[in-house]
């Protein structure tokens, strides 16, 4: 029987074995099938990560980059992080039934999160952090029992964090942060006993902090700021959660106060942040006793009373207890800073904006030699500036505005050789502006503003060549300005000498200052003319020369400022008349009041609105426009004298009204007849004629035969590609437009282009090279516009990247910021500065186009139309087709009802690019229907959470956003909304645009410099 038996089980396990093969070998199959239909379902993959993805004999998927298999051969691992793959989520994945590990983050996945992930029960991480992920969180997700770890940051993920997933008791991290989910914590979150890190923040959550939280022993990272929480601090969290390390609650709305003894049972605390809440009450003295802390952040609160006692911190790194109501007792308000002298690693300390109040004490020397920011301004601090506070040698920034403080700065804050902030402005400080401000190389920031000083600036003033931002004003400084700081070039932002005692004329070395944004010397007793050098101050804005004695007539130079916004000029000597160009810039406030200026007021541009242009105390003014009720210059009331007479001339004019109502009738018949030739055929238009002419052949040549791997775009009348061409004797790269002729409007496009961009020239318009009018070599109509290539091709492949080119390039705030205000310029030019007024009618991210540096050109002008500067008004109805015209979604409401072009149809379609920019939203977006348009989505947002509408993609590298970045966000959403309104008459002009724009570049130009300081 042995034999037998033998022969059996050989037999049975014989069966066995092939049962099995046949089993792995249909699982290799499924596990091969999935993942060609994953890397089917990838419309881009930049870097060629999945090219060896193939099914080469010789190349098995378990060898595939990317891919980890266990011994039979099954895929349990899916890794392929940070390679801008772009596509969908294939839900063939969840064929994977092996799979435990998907790492899938830092792509530019889109869509939704597949269901089907719920079938996969070894799933035990998944990454799917910095997306565009779209829809609500996968409810069968919550099946995946062994899942661990989870991150979904960083996507556009809506909807309610589901009640299922406290089925997930194995889960132990689960990040969620920069998403727009909504809704309360489910109570569910309880049932997560294993979690360790719970990451909450920048989405649109609300309601109460649910006390379940607190059955999380094992949690040791809670962050829930920038969210909509309200109510009280649950008490269990620093009761019961003795695990915690990071805490982090700030940019809520938590009310109440902060129990005494609340840092007792939080051990291990390394990390609170509760800023920018409604907390009142005292700081917890227990603070005192959290000796693992590295970060405190209690600013922008109500607390009052006293800073503890914090000598036993000995790891604090980051303390910030401003903008609460903190001091009071003078005597007492700043012993806290002798406790700081033992943090030996602090680098940050903020207590501005409180109401502490005494003497700055000289112990202030001995804090951390590692102190980067202070911040003591907006107090009621008072005496002199201890000496001792230069021992702070690696400042980079000292705020101390706003309080009252007096004497002289010490010298030794020459010893601040990392300093690029210093604040000291409205203090009662005196003494001469000491010379070693010039030794401060790092310094880009400084205000004395509102203060004593006395005596002259420094001449070593001009060795501070970091210098963008410079105000002096409302001091008691004499002499002349030194020519040394007109040869600081780094000057952008403001130089403010006003409310002085300066004296002599204006130096001609002011044109240095060409990057100069405001400059402000009013209220001082400078003299003569103003320097004709002023016209090299091109980006010159604002400039402010009130109050001074200043004589002779106004300089014309003043005219080549074409960007100049605000000019006062009263309150001076000046005489003679006022120079007829300035009503041709982007003035929009000009005061001349209190000289001796006489002859005709000019009636355009600043000059036609009373309410932005004074002009009182100048007696010998005439003319204008009516409401300045000026009398009518003499020329004129010499007409009003002969009046009667012409009532003469009227009799006989009419005899000859016939002969004049016929010729009007034949010239118009001709100037129609006129135009139509000149649609109808390129030859006829003079512009046309005036441009430089290139050959097919040199055209067909520079394109490889317009092939298509040299086609970069596609648009209705044309298309557009990149060749070579020899100019000027040297080979260029050009971007050439080719018109399609058999499309109707196309040749009509062309002529429009040539019209409108032969003699513009503007830094952020697209240069026109030349153009090409002939034949093909089929002998067929042919005509194309040759302009500069732009290497970094249209914005809208920036926003909305494609599936192949640059779809790992994203733009950040400062980027889109520039290409805003880039936009704005050309428009101002086009709308103001031209000899016609030209109208684009069809702005939008697709027409607008970045040079290697990054500088925006507006394109495509195949719409504009050229309307003359005496019937600009504002938009009104007529018979046209312009309706039919532009892009949906940018073109204005009005022109679809049959309105003319007007400057207005532009700026709403201005309007809707910066909201697109922002929020990373097409206007054509398919959630946008039924009435509800981008413009309504902002105007719904923009109250509360900023970070819920705005692009997450150009804050990605910000872990913290700065405050002064949320108010950017929201004046250019602002801005947006006000450009986009749907009656024209609502919408804001260009010229406030403009103001507004350089306000916001400013502010973020500054916040960005103490951000990096920081």
Known sequence: MKPFSLLLSTLFWYQYTIVLSHALLLGNETDHLALLNFKQSISSDPFGILDSWNDASNNHFCNWPGITC??????????????????????????????????????TFYGHIPQEFGLLKRLQVLYLNNNSLTGEFPINLTSCSQLSHFDFSWNNLIGNIPIQIGSLSNLKEFFIESNNFSGSIPPSI???????????????????????????????????????????????????????????????????????????????????????????????????????????????????????????????????????????????????????????????????????????????????????NLYLGYN???????????????????????????GNIPATFGQFQKIGVLELNENKLSGEIPAFIGNLSQLYFLNLADNMFEGSIPSSIGNSQSLQHLNFSMNNLTGTIPSEIFSISSLTTLLDLSQNSFSGNLSDEVGNLENLNVLKLSDNNLVGNI??????????????????????????????????????????????????????????????????????????????????????????????V????????????????????FRLIAVIVCVFAFFFIL??????????????????????????????????????????????????????????????????????????????????????????????????RHRNLVKILTCCSGTDYKGQEFKALVFEFMRNGSLESWLHPPSTGIANHTLNLEQRLNIINDVASAFHYLHYECDSTIIHCDLKPSNVVLDDFMVAHVADFGLARLVGKNIIGECSMQTSSIGLEGTFGYASPEYGMGYQVCMEGDIYSFGILILEMVTGKRPTDEMFKDGYNLHNYVQVSISSNILQIVDPRMLYRKKEVHPSVDD??????????????????ERMDMVDVMRELNRIRSCFTSAELKEEAD
């Not at 959660?241 to 938590?254: E, F, G």
């Not at 009621?380 to 007096?406: W, Y």
């Not at 801005?975 to 309104?981: E, H, K, N």
Request: aromatic share 8%; glycine share 8%.
């Open 380 to 406: 009621q601090i008072f005496g002199k500036i201890p000496a001792e506070l230069g021992n702070l040698v690696n400042l980079t920034l000292l705020t101390m505005s706003h309080c009252r403080f007096d």
């Open 531 to 624: 320097p004709t050098s002023i016209a090299k101050c091109l980006s010159l804005e604002f400039l402010y020369l009130q109050g001074n004695s200043f004589s002779g007539t106004i300089s014309s130079s003043l005219v080549s400022l074409k960007g100049l916004r605000e000019l006062d000029i009263s309150r001076n000597h000046f005489s003679g008349s006022i120079p007829e160009g300035l009503q041709n810039i982007s003035l929009v406030y000009l005061n001349i009041s209190f000289n001796m200026l006489d002859g005709q007021v000019p009636t355009g541009g600043v000059f036609r609105n009373v309410s932005e242009f004074a002009m009182i105390g100048n007696n010998e003014l005439c003319g204008g």
């Open 190 to 372: 309880g049932n997560l006993t294993s979690l360790t890190a719970l990451v909450l923040i920048y989405n649109n959550l609300e309601g109460n902090i649910p006390q379940e939280l607190c059955s999380l022993k094992n949690l040791t990272y809670l962050l829930l700021d920038s969210n909509k929480f309200s109510g009280t601090l649950p008490s269990c969290l620093y009761k019961n959660m003795s695990s915690l390390s990071v805490l982090s609650i700030a940019y809520n709305n938590i009310n109440g106060s902060l129990p005494a003894n609340m840092f007792h049972n939080l051990p291990n605390l390394q990390f609170f942040q509760i800023g920018t809440n409604s907390l009142s009450g005292t700081i917890p003295v227990s603070v005192a006793n959290a000796s693992s802390i590295y970060v405190l952040d209690f600013t922008r609160n109500k607390f009052v009373g006293q800073v503890p006692s914090l000598g036993k911190l000995t790891k604090l790194r980051f303390l910030s207890v401003s903008e609460n109501n903190l001091g009071g007792v003078p005597t007492k308000d700043l012993k806290f800073l002798n406790s700081l002298t033992n943090c030996s690693n602090l680098y940050m300390l903020g207590i501005s904006v409180n109401n502490f109040g005494g003497r700055l004490p000289n112990y202030i020397g001995n804090l951390s030699t590692h102190l980067s």
């Open 70 to 107: 266990n011994k039979q051969q099954r895929v349990i691992a899916l890794r392929l992080p940070g390679y801008h793959l772009h596509g969908p989520l294939s839900p063939q994945l969840s064929n994977l039934s092996f799979l435990s590990y998907i790492d899938l983050e830092n792509n």
């Open 626 to 645: 009516s409401e300045l009720h000026l009398p009518p210059c003499p020329s004129e009331a010499k007409k009003l004298k002969r009046h009667h007479n």
């Open 968 to 985: 950017c966000l929201i004046s250019l959403l602002r801005i947006g909304l006000a450009c986009s309104m749907e009656s024209p008459n």
């Open 663 to 760: 010729s009007l009738f034949l010239t118009i018949y001709w100037m129609r007849k006129r135009s139509r030739k000149m649609f109808s055929h390129d030859s006829h238009s003079p512009e046309i004629d005036q441009l430089a002419k290139v050959s097919y052949q040199s055209l067909h040549n520079g394109t490889n035969g317009f092939s298509e791997e040299n086609l970069i775009g596609s648009g209705s009348f044309g298309s557009v590609y990149k060749g070579t061409l020899e100019l000027e004797g040297s080979v260029v790269v050009v971007a050439i437009k080719v018109l399609k002729l058999q499309t109707k409007g196309a040749e009509k496009s062309f002529v429009a282009e040539c019209n409108a961009l032969r003699n513009v």
